[in-house]
């Protein structure tokens, strides 16, 4: 049974820094692409960033390119969400997910 948890959220306020995880199993880790997803209020699901298998290739929405940074250990079998220069529009749940599976969010909000 793939199983996903993220965790790693929190208040910080706007300019400010988090680091999400997400911890995996239940399946073969390293084989598979991860994606970050959010979910702000009132929104739709949002996807954030993924990263490939082997950790080598990266991809990121325009809302978050040059702030986020997605990153894996395939060891841990953990993939991160480096999350700098926070504004409030990046208050959300964020969830982690692979294949059709999808973790519990971890919520971030971004406030003064």
């Known amino acids: 049974e793939v199983q996903l948890q993220a965790s790693g959220g929190g208040l910080v306020q706007p300019g400010g820094s988090l680091r999400l995880s997400c911890a995996a199993s239940?399946?073969?880790?390293?084989?598979?692409?991860m994606n970050w997803f959010r979910q702000a209020p009132g929104k739709g699901p949002e996807w954030v960033s993924a990263?490939?298998?082997?950790?080598?290739?990266?991809y990121y929405s325009d809302s978050v390119k040059g702030r986020f940074t997605i990153s894996r250990d395939n060891a841990k079998k953990t993939v991160y969400l480096q999350m700098n220069s926070l504004k409030p529009d990046d208050t959300a749940v964020y969830y982690c997910?692979?294949?059709?599976?999808w973790g519990e969010g971890t919520l971030v909000t971004v406030s003064s």
């Open positions: 997910n692979v294949l059709d599976s």
């Open positions: 239940g399946f073969t880790f390293g084989n598979y692409d």
């Open positions: 990263i490939n298998g082997g950790g080598g290739s990266t």
